[in-house]
């Protein structure tokens, strides 16, 4: 399975842009990049989602490299309720397998 | 309109015992996902069904299995507990189209300890 590299922890000052990074350089043609997001004691939230073009929604950007290799999930002001652990997830076509790894860690200073 | 239900949120079971938990989807929604989240870990997929046939399985042993019912409910279970499988058991549910890439909801989860 294709794995996914994310930075253990970043910090954000509150209504600043965030670039979360994430790498998957083993990453296959039919795999779509999933972006979740989890707040203390909730499960995970759907931020976002794509396969080759980027993508734009109420929550976020997501910006994936020409050679997919690698992605950035945008969030453009930060808020204090963003502070959660990302999740940048691998998930093939007509599979339904989703193998998250250990996430980003994301503080929001006000 | 109601989330992802699971139950019991929490509960104890003695290794060795068994253990049921339930999921109910959001109306509408075929598929459902299972995952085990371990304290400071991700998720880690177990399970996914979709119109009661399962679709994709992880690295699990065989004491766990699942199943969903006509309603689209589903129930994992775990037989011979160990200590190990103490954690919080995520349920997801999703519309499904083709590329199997849609949006998941998930649960608030089932704390599950094991001692």
């Known amino acids: 399975d294709a794995k996914t590299t994310q930075p253990n922890s970043m910090e954000s000052n509150e209504e600043e842009p965030v670039h979360l990074p994430c790498n998957h350089s083993?990453?296959?043609?039919?795999?779509?990049i999933h972006w979740y997001r989890q707040l203390p004691s909730q499960g995970p939230e759907y931020v976002i989602h794509?396969?080759?073009s980027n993508v734009n929604n109420r929550m976020a950007s997501l910006a994936i490299a020409e050679d997919r290799k690698s992605s950035t999930l945008i969030l453009h002001r930060a808020t204090l309720r963003d502070a959660a652990v990302y999740y940048c997830?691998?998930?093939?076509?007509?599979?339904?397998?989703?193998?998250f790894g250990d996430g980003t860690t994301l503080t929001v200073k006000p | 309109d109601a989330g992802v239900t699971q139950s019991p949120t929490h509960l104890i079971k003695t290794r060795g015992q068994h253990v049921t938990l339930r999921c109910s989807p959001i109306?509408?929604?075929?598929?459902v996902s299972w995952y085990q989240q371990v304290l400071g870990q991700g998720p880690q997929f177990i399970f996914q069904?979709?119109?009661?046939?399962?679709?994709g399985r992880g690295n699990f042993p065989d004491r766990f299995s699942a199943r969903q019912f006509p309603n689209y409910s589903s129930e994992l279970n775990v037989n011979a507990l160990l200590l190990g499988d103490s954690a919080l058991y995520l349920c997801?549910?999703?519309?499904?189209?083709?590329?199997?890439?849609?949006?998941?909801?998930f649960g608030q989860g089932t704390r599950l300890t094991v001692v």
């Open positions: 997801a549910s999703s519309l499904w189209d083709s590329t199997w890439n849609t949006e998941a909801f």
């Open positions: 083993t990453i296959s043609g039919t795999d779509y």
């Open positions: 794509g396969l080759t």
């Open positions: 997830i691998l998930k093939r076509t007509n599979a339904g397998k989703s193998t």
């Open positions: 109306s509408g929604h075929k598929s």
């Open positions: 069904y979709y119109e009661k046939e399962e679709r």
